[in-house]
């Protein structure tokens, strides 16, 4: 089987992470895709994320219909920092015989160099790029002389263009601090969730 890794702080999850996550799936012949929540993203550390439990329960809520999306606790059961090569080691132990590939969206290639161990994640599996119609490819140059000139071509040849959708969950908490409508932006079941505990309101 080929499974999808998606990883992030989902704080909190929105239609522009299942719309990217289920265009991968489709394109690639996914069995399926495992979300995985940080417990402590090593590159916002400072910031302060909703707790544990709401974050993968409105992940829950957001998947739940879908039989090809799994959620997984792997990372909030780890302590320390959620580092994307421990989590996908771990993954590659209980899935020996499968082909894992590893989904982010395209704001995150700049940040690769900065992740622990980038070029050992790419060798455990391939990081698929979901891009947005007119990506700049140019941002590639940057890595020049981080990264290897074979991951590099790697991240190259794995890229999947994907509806553009100007979602965020900077912005999704930023309007819920203002107390404006999130409607739509999110499932219908986070929505409810959000609301019922009263969460990202200052």
Avoid at 106 to 134: F, H
Avoid at 136 to 145: N, R
Avoid at 160 to 169: D, K, N, Q, R, Y
């Amino acid at each position: 089987m080929k499974i999808g890794i998606y990883g992030g702080s989902f704080d909190p999850i929105h239609m522009g992470h299942l719309i990217l996550a289920e265009h991968v799936r489709d394109t690639l012949g996914l069995s399926k895709v495992i979300f995985v929540p940080a417990r402590v993203p090593p590159h916002a550390m400072s910031k302060t994320l909703a707790p544990d439990e709401h974050r993968l329960a409105m992940l829950t809520a957001a998947t739940y219909d879908n039989p090809r999306f799994v959620c997984s606790d792997l990372e909030l059961r780890r302590k320390g920092p959620s580092y994307t090569i421990d989590t996908i080691r771990e993954l590659r132990r209980q899935y020996p015989n499968d082909e894992l590939l590893f989904i982010v969206g395209a704001d995150s290639v700049r940040e690769l160099p900065n992740w622990k161990s980038p070029e050992e994640i790419g060798g455990e599996c391939p990081i698929v790029i979901g891009v947005r119609p007119g990506f700049d490819e140019g941002i590639f140059e940057e890595l020049k002389g981080r990264l290897s000139a074979e991951f590099i071509q790697s991240l190259k040849d794995h890229f999947v263009e994907t509806p553009s959708i100007g979602i965020s969950s900077t912005d999704i908490r930023r309007r819920l601090s203002e107390r404006k409508s999130i409607r739509h932006l999110v499932p219908a079941g986070v929505f409810d969730y959000i609301r019922t505990n009263d969460l990202y309101r200052k």
